[in-house]
């Protein structure tokens, strides 16, 4: 089941995923399956990490952005404001403005088939 709530702080234990680290995780496998490639553990974690060090390109950037704005429910009015400076910066926009609590990797693999 799927929960939804305008507080991206409020979780139970029962998630999948759990703030704080839910929002990077999903990042991660998002990149992992956009690339076709695994992340290492923690590589999202580096201060300084940019997209071009994970070889993509603006155009990824901003599928992955649309795909990412969809599953963590993100308004509308806020998409253009997304931070692409760092991967830092990235992960942090969708933790302070999802509106999804959860969200299952299985669902996330699916539209990557």
């Not at 702080?9 to 995780?25: F, G």
């Not at 910066?89 to 299952?104: G, I, K, L, M, S």
């Amino acid at each position: 089941m799927n929960t939804t709530s305008n507080s991206p702080s409020s979780s139970s234990p029962s998630h999948p995923l759990s703030p704080p680290i839910d929002t990077l995780k999903v990042v991660e496998i998002a990149i992992s399956l956009y690339t076709r490639e695994p992340l290492a553990e923690g590589r999202l974690q580096a201060a300084r990490l940019g997209f071009d060090d994970l070889a993509l390109d603006s155009l990824d950037v901003a599928a992955l952005s649309l795909y990412l704005f969809d599953l963590l429910d993100i308004p509308e009015a806020v998409q253009p404001q997304v931070v692409v400076s760092s991967l830092a910066a990235y992960v942090q926009f969708f933790e302070r403005h999802r509106r999804r609590d959860t969200v299952d990797p299985q669902e996330m693999r699916g539209h990557f088939v």
